[in-house]
């Protein structure tokens, strides 16, 4: 036998009551990491594009360094006058006059 159990309006009311407070609070705590997500995705956006162009001006770098060095390989002249001026060595009809600097008179001398 099955009795039926009347429930009062009450009832049904503060379930509406306890739903709604539930939900506000899962709306509330999703919207939260949302924004969270949405500031870390800016920040990296951020990182990201400091890193790219950390590579570009790398990438510029090596080229440079690169080109440097092929002229360093295929031209004779340019080496020489490198090692000349680089490592103060000089041909055998050549002397080397170092003169101090005037703006830095503690300048370190090559011997």
């Known amino acids: 036998m099955t ?10 009311r503060w ?4 739903i709604s407070a539930v939900s506000i609070i899962l709306i509330s705590l999703v919207a939260a990491l949302l ?6 995705k800016r920040a990296h956006e951020i990182q990201l594009n400091a890193l790219v162009l950390e590579l570009a001006v790398t990438i510029t770098q ?4 690169q080109e440097y060095l092929d002229r360093l390989v295929r031209d004779d ?5 490198v090692i000349r001026e680089k490592m ?3 041909r055998p009809d050549e002397i080397i006059y170092i003169f101090q600097d ?4 503690d300048a370190k001398k090559r011997n």
């Open 15 to 18: 379930l509406f009551y306890i």
């Open 77 to 81: 002249e340019f080496r020489n006058r």
């Open 62 to 65: 090596m080229k440079e360094k």
């Open 3 to 12: 009795v039926l159990i009347q429930k009062s309006p009450h009832f049904y």
């Open 102 to 105: 005037k703006k830095n008179p």
């Open 88 to 90: 103060g060595h000089a």
């Open 35 to 40: 924004m969270q997500i949405s500031r870390e």
